[in-house]
C-alpha cells in the first residue's frame, strides 16, 4: 500500500495549492480516501474525505466552499484544490485511506508522508 501526496508549498493568504495523493494497493470498495492536516502541536483534523465508487464527499466546516475534494479513478489520485488560502490552513496534510465513517477524525488505516502547505499573512 502506498500514499504519495504532493502539491503543498508555501502561498499568501488568498491563494491557492492544488494537492494530489496518488493510492496505490487500497481497495476503494472498502476505504474511503482522506485528506488530514497537523498543525504544530495540534492533532490531526480531517479537513475532506470522499468514497471513489459513490462519489460521497465530507469537508470539515472551515474548509467548505473553499476546498473542493476530487478524483481521478483512472489515475488513483485523490486531488484537493485549496482556494482563498488562510494563514490558519497552514499545517501538514496528508492523506489516508480509512472508513468512511470516520473522516471527521480518523482513525486511518493507511496514511502518507504528508506535505507542508504554509499560508503567510
Known amino acids: 500500500v502506498q500514499l504519495v501526496e504532493s502539491g503543498g508549498g508555501l502561498v499568501q493568504a488568498g491563494g491557492s495549492l492544488r494537492l494530489s495523493c496518488r493510492v496505490s494497493?487500497?481497495?476503494?470498495?472498502?476505504?474511503?480516501i482522506g485528506w488530514f492536516r497537523q498543525a504544530p502541536g495540534r492533532e490531526p483534523e480531517g479537513v475532506s474525505c470522499?468514497?471513489?465508487?459513490?462519489?460521497?464527499?465530507y469537508y470539515t466546516d472551515s474548509v467548505e466552499g473553499r476546498f473542493t475534494i476530487s478524483s481521478d479513478n483512472a489515475k488513483n489520485t485523490v486531488h484537493l484544490q485549496m482556494n482563498n488560502l488562510q494563514p490558519e490552513d497552514t499545517g501538514v496534510y496528508f492523506c489516508?485511506?480509512?472508513?468512511?465513517?470516520?473522516?471527521?477524525?480518523?482513525?486511518?488505516?493507511?496514511r502518507g508522508q504528508g506535505t507542508q502547505v504554509t499560508v503567510s499573512a
Open positions: 489516508a485511506a480509512l472508513y468512511w465513517g470516520l473522516c471527521k477524525e480518523g482513525p486511518w488505516r493507511f
Open positions: 470522499m468514497t471513489l465508487d459513490d462519489n460521497s464527499k
Open positions: 494497493g487500497v481497495s476503494f470498495s472498502t476505504y474511503a
